[in-house]
C-alpha cells in the first residue's frame, strides 16, 4: 500500500528526472512502485524505511550525518512532523545536490504542510504549491540551502532523588527537549530493577535508560530505536552522564542478547500521523518471546488506547501500577 503522500508523487512523476533522491519518506511501497529505481536514491534516519528501500534494490543512506556518494538533479523531502528539523535536513542535503537542481516538498494537511509557504519564508526560501490532492499538498522550493543551520544537540536537566541528569535531544527525537507526562509517571514506577539485561525500547532521548542506569548501576543497559536521531541523542545522553549502555537502531527489538529480564517502554503508537495498532502488538508479542521466566514488561500508554486487552492477549495477566494525568502504567510478568 501507498500513503497519501506517496500516491501524490506517483501522480507528480513527471516532475522526477534524472538522478533522484527521496529524503526521510514514510514506511510503506512507494519504493517498489518507483520506475527506473537505479537513478534513485533514500536518505532516511528510520530504520524500517532503511529496510524497505534496501530490499527494493535502492540505495540507501541511513545515518544522522549522511556521506552522500553522488550528486542529485531532484530531491523529494517530506514535510517532517518536527518543524525544527527541516533546516536541519536541508542543510544536510545541499551539498548532494547539482546547481540547477529541483526541490520538492510533499506533505499530508495533518502534518502540517499547509504551513510550508509561511516555514520556508522565515528560512529566506521559496515554496510554490503546485497540486493539491489525497489531502496532502506538492510544493517546489527554492533558495539558497546553503544558509539553512544544521540540527544540533540540546540539552536540559532533570533531577531524580537529588540526583541530577543531563538529557541531550535532536529535533525529530519523540519530545525534543523536555519530559513528556507519561514517561514522567513510568519513571516513579521501575523500582523494582535492579539488575540483569535491561532494554530501554524507543528509547528517545534515553531518558528511561540513563534514568534506570544512574538509580542501579548494576543493570546492563540496552537502549534501542528505530530512529537514528533517538539512537544518536541517546548515545550523547549516555555520555554526558558517564553511564555505559548500548545504543540500537532497530526496527523491532535488537536481535541481542537473546534475553532480558526486564524491557521498559513509552512505546510509539504513529505510523506518520495514523494510530497504529500493529506497532504495539509486534513490540508486546517479541517481548514475551525475549524476556526471561520472571521478567517483567513495564510499559506507558495512554489511557484511550487497548493496551490492556494486547498484554493479556500475550501474557495471560496484566497488572495496572498507575493511572494519572492521561496515562497508565502496565506491568506484565512472564510466567
Known sequence: MLTNTSQLIMRNLADLNGKV???????????????ALNTVSCFTTDAAVKTQWQQAGATVYFSTQPHFTEQFDTVVVFYPKSKEQLTGTLSLIHSALTPEANIYVVGDNKGGIKSLVAHAEKLGLHAHKLDNAKHCLWF????????QLPSAFSTFSLIFTQQSLTICS??????????DKGTALLLQHLGHIHD??????????????????????????YCSDISALAVAATTATLQANNLVGKVIAADGLPTEPSLFKHIVSNPPFHTGIKTDYSISETFISQSVQRLQSGGSLTLVANNHLAYQTLLEQAFGKVTILAKAHGFIIYQAIKA
Open 140 to 147: 517546489s522550493l527554492t533558495g539558497d540551502l546553503s544558509t
Open 196 to 221: 540483569g539485561k535491561v532494554l530501554d525500547f524507543a528509547c528517545g532521548a534515553g531518558i528511561i535508560g540513563a534514568f534506570l542506569k544512574q538509580q542501579a548501576p548494576k543493570i546492563d543497559l
Open 21 to 35: 533522491l527521496f529524503v526521510e519518506p514514510e514506511a510503506d511501497q512507494l519504493a517498489r512502485q518507483l520506475p
Open 170 to 179: 535532536l529535533p525529530g527525537v519523540f519530545n525534543h527537549g523536555k519530559l
